[in-house]
């Protein structure tokens, strides 16, 4: 992807950053660090939009000529929501209750530009079947692994993965970005800021012609 516009990740996830990477966008990671509170009472895809789109909208003003990407990741088992785990205690108890059974991943995706505004705000959902865990390997991974900066504590493409039975949708929305609909927006995006560009650059053209004109018409 040619962005010759740079993209800033609102985001310190290493995991963004990897898939950004993997896809060939050029781009800076400047995390927003905002109050990642929930409101419950709206729908689980709506939550995570909302905070996408609070991430990107407080460090737009730093970059008003750059493409920002928020993002944030949720946890849903049995309608409840799992974020990043406060403590070690509760990842265990995350852990075993993701334990032999399903839960839905869900990925809110805000593209915006602070002249342009929103461009695209998205989520995408993904469904993941964990097999049963022994106590002993919840122990293992919680104690040899990062597991507090992950929503439902834990990262499909480590160590983890080995209790991961399926997944139904994007593997790279577990990870923390949708990459196939994230890619297909950028590109949408790509092409409009062309078009605006040569719109401003037609507009600017005919301010000189205007203004030349007058100018002859002195003479």
């Not at 040619?2 to 990897?18: F, G, H, M, T, V």
């Not at 991943?105 to 342009?116: D, S």
């Not at 959902?125 to 692994?145: G, H, L």
Request: aromatic share 10%; hydrophobic share 35%; glycine share 6%.
């Amino acid at each position: 992807m040619d962005n010759s516009y740079k993209i800033i990740l609102a985001s310190q996830s290493p995991r963004r950053a990897e898939i950004l990477r993997m896809i060939g966008v050029n781009f800076k990671v400047d995390s927003s660090n905002i109050n990642e509170e929930m409101n419950q009472k709206i729908e689980q895809n709506e939550i995570v939009m909302n905070i996408s789109k609070a991430k990107a909208e407080k460090i737009s003003h730093k970059y008003p000529d750059n493409i920002i990407i928020g993002a944030d990741t949720i946890v849903v088992y049995n309608e409840k929501i799992f974020g990043k785990p406060k403590d070690k205690n509760e990842s265990r108890k995350m852990l075993k209750a993701l334990s032999g059974d399903c839960h839905k991943v869900i990925t809110g995706v805000t593209i915006m530009n602070k002249k342009l505004g929103v461009l695209k705000n998205f989520s995408e959902s993904t469904k993941v079947f964990v097999q049963k865990i022994p106590t002993k390997q919840i122990e293992f991974y919680v104690n040899n692994y990062n597991t507090l900066d992950k929503a439902g504590s834990y990262g499909i493409q480590e160590w983890f993965s080995v209790y991961i039975k399926k997944i139904n949708g994007c593997y790279y929305n577990v990870m923390g970005l949708p990459v196939s609909k994230l890619y297909k927006h950028l590109a949408e995006i790509e092409k409009l800021l062309i078009w605006h560009s040569s719109i401003m650059l037609y507009s600017y053209v005919q301010f000189l012609k205007v203004g030349m004109e007058k100018i002859k018409s002195k003479y």
